[in-house]
């Protein structure tokens, strides 16, 4: 049978499917989505166990809504020896993986690559190699900076009053377009506001950034990770599963389960992680730091963890590689298992394999949310794979719009603990709901 082609908005969920949705963004056709899309994730979300995968594509739709921009992953070879032949490679590696156009992280590993192999052969251009790359570093290391201070100022813009002295028309601007800060903190709660006795939300990324760390923040979650102690906690390998839980007002011996935990992994490394005596370091480094931190210095390379997307599973074994990657695939490859992605292109193998490898368990589920399917890698790895039941669909700029997303799509699960209430009430007493009269006088 032969697949059917999608169009630039796409979405399938539970038994709709709708590859070819035309005018999503009419009022008519969101209340009609919305009840064929809500209840399914609110259903979707409240399963035994819950994984969440962040790409690059959070941090730009939060980025976009902030009206400012990402971190540039545009390659620079300008002061590399060998540029063309490290051009050529980085390529290769990008097409080998269908990822298109080559970036500044398969620069990175190919450049690595290279300098230890001129190293081995005694060249002296493995010198020029380090330090170009340690310039390559530190201008990745300050566009992600700067990211941070643009988003950070951004979001205390928006929790500042509105001066009383503000133009109607700006005010009128502001009204409608969505608060990012609202939006941050919707978008996380959509996911990790699940029942306490469930398992945990665990949110994987591969971003560098601290962005999900400052919505946790501003959430008022509690994030659970690897790293252990107080002024610089270190990486620990041991999987202790550690929790929060509380003694509830006058009951002694019952502890109960803290709500708003999560627990997060950063399968690339992060800004704020250094290689120190032997350990891997989370370092205190204020959200947006300037160029000149200290904990950024001339030899970032050397220091900052931060891992380019893995090409190769040789790559992945090396220290705390292995540890991040185990965590991701003994989260997702269980049974009764929920994989949400968002802003992730598929474009890293070895985390594709894992998802390919969860799907081979029946009760397990991939929700697919993007702005589109760039490349065909979506729409290539769910014909891969070919478990259609097992796998939801919201693509395109309507759907994969973050805004559009928290304000119509996500669940919200406070609210729908009230309504459910309500429901319940009104039926004991005889009064149905207003929804429930209009859809008996339809019929």
């Given at each position: 049978?032969?697949?059917?082609?999608?169009?630039?908005?796409?979405?399938?969920?539970?038994?709709?499917?709708?590859l070819?949705?035309?005018?999503?963004?009419?009022?008519?056709?969101?209340?009609?989505?919305k009840?064929?899309?809500?209840?399914?994730?609110?259903?979707?979300?409240?399963?035994?166990?819950?994984?969440?995968?962040?790409?690059?594509?959070?941090?730009?739709a939060?980025?976009?809504?902030?009206?400012?921009?990402?971190?540039?992953?545009?390659?620079?070879?300008?002061?590399?020896?060998?540029?063309?032949?490290?051009?050529?490679?980085?390529?290769?590696?990008?097409?080998?993986?269908?990822?298109?156009?080559?970036?500044?992280?398969?620069?990175?590993?190919?450049?690595?690559?290279?300098?230890?192999?001129?190293?081995?052969?005694?060249?002296?251009?493995h010198?020029?190699?380090?330090?170009?790359?340690?310039?390559?570093?530190?201008?990745?290391?300050?566009?992600?900076?700067?990211?941070?201070?643009?988003?950070?100022?951004?979001?205390?813009?928006c929790?500042?009053?509105?001066?009383?002295?503000?133009?109607?028309?700006?005010?009128?601007?502001?009204?409608?377009?969505l608060?990012?800060?609202?939006?941050?903190?919707?978008?996380?709660?959509?996911?990790?506001?699940?029942?306490?006795?469930?398992?945990?939300?665990?949110?994987?990324?591969?971003?560098?950034?601290?962005?999900?760390?400052?919505?946790?923040?501003?959430?008022?979650?509690?994030?659970?990770?690897?790293?252990?102690?107080?002024?610089?906690?270190?990486?620990?390998?041991?999987r202790?599963?550690?929790?929060?839980?509380?003694?509830?007002?006058?009951?002694r011996?019952?502890?109960?389960?803290?709500?708003?935990?999560?627990?997060?992994?950063?399968?690339?490394?992060?800004?704020?992680?250094?290689?120190?005596?032997?350990?891997?370091?989370?370092?205190?480094?204020?959200?947006?730091?300037?160029?000149?931190?200290?904990?950024?210095?001339?030899?970032?390379?050397?220091?900052?963890?931060?891992?380019?997307?893995?090409?190769?599973?040789?790559?992945?074994?090396?220290?705390p590689?292995?540890?991040?990657?185990?965590?991701?695939?003994?989260?997702?490859?269980?049974?009764?298992?929920?994989?949400?992605?968002?802003?992730?292109?598929?474009?890293?193998?070895?985390?594709?394999?894992?998802?390919?490898?969860?799907?081979?368990?029946?009760?397990?589920?991939?929700?697919?949310?993007?702005?589109?399917?760039e490349?065909?890698?979506?729409?290539?790895?769910?014909?891969?794979?070919?478990?259609?039941?097992?796998?939801?669909?919201?693509?395109?700029?309507?759907?994969?719009?973050?805004?559009?997303?928290?304000?119509?799509?996500?669940?919200?699960?406070?609210?729908?603990?009230?309504?459910?209430?309500?429901?319940?009430?009104?039926?004991?007493?005889?009064?149905?709901?207003?929804?429930?009269?209009?859809?008996?006088?339809?019929?």
């Amino acid at each position: 049978m032969k697949a059917k082609k999608w169009s630039e908005h796409v979405y399938r969920v539970g038994s709709e499917e709708h590859l070819n949705v035309q005018n999503p963004d009419d009022d008519k056709n969101i209340e009609l989505q919305k009840k064929h899309i809500e209840p399914w994730l609110a259903a979707v979300f409240q399963s035994e166990h819950l994984s969440l995968l962040l790409g690059s594509g959070f941090t730009k739709a939060v980025a976009d809504q902030a009206g400012t921009s990402a971190a540039d992953m545009a390659c620079d070879y300008n002061a590399f020896p060998l540029d063309d032949k490290l051009k050529d490679a980085a390529q290769n590696a990008a097409e080998t993986m269908a990822r298109g156009e080559a970036n500044i992280e398969d620069q990175i590993r190919v450049a690595s690559s290279l300098a230890q192999g001129l190293k081995i052969l005694g060249d002296d251009r493995h010198t020029k190699i380090n330090i170009a790359l340690d310039a390559l570093f530190k201008r990745f290391l300050n566009g992600i900076s700067k990211t941070e201070r643009d988003l950070k100022s951004a979001v205390e813009k928006c929790a500042a009053p509105e001066p009383a002295d503000a133009e109607p028309a700006a005010r009128e601007e502001a009204s409608e377009k969505l608060d990012p800060l609202v939006m941050l903190v919707s978008f996380l709660l959509s996911f990790s506001s699940r029942t306490a006795t469930r398992e945990r939300l665990h949110i994987f990324t591969t971003n560098y950034d601290r962005l999900i760390e400052y919505g946790a923040d501003l959430a008022g979650l509690h994030l659970l990770d690897r790293f252990v102690g107080c002024l610089e906690p270190i990486f620990r390998s041991s999987r202790l599963d550690i929790d929060m839980h509380y003694n509830p007002p006058g009951i002694r011996g019952e502890p109960r389960y803290l709500e708003g935990v999560v627990r997060l992994t950063k399968l690339h490394g992060s800004l704020d992680w250094v290689y120190r005596n032997g350990f891997v370091r989370k370092v205190g480094l204020t959200f947006g730091p300037q160029d000149d931190h200290p904990a950024i210095n001339d030899q970032p390379s050397d220091s900052v963890m931060i891992y380019p997307n893995s090409a190769k599973d040789r790559e992945t074994s090396e220290y705390p590689y292995v540890e991040l990657f185990r965590d991701y695939a003994a989260a997702v490859c269980r049974p009764n298992s929920v994989l949400v992605t968002y802003g992730y292109g598929f474009g890293d193998e070895h985390i594709n394999r894992t998802i390919a490898d969860m799907l081979t368990i029946p009760s397990t589920h991939l929700v697919i949310i993007s702005f589109g399917d760039e490349g065909e890698r979506i729409s290539s790895f769910c014909k891969q794979v070919g478990r259609k039941a097992q796998i939801s669909l919201l693509i395109g700029p309507h759907f994969g719009n973050m805004p559009t997303l928290v304000e119509n799509y996500l669940p919200k699960p406070a609210i729908d603990r009230i309504t459910i209430r309500q429901t319940e009430l009104l039926r004991n007493r005889g009064w149905e709901p207003a929804a429930h009269k209009n859809e008996e006088e339809e019929r």
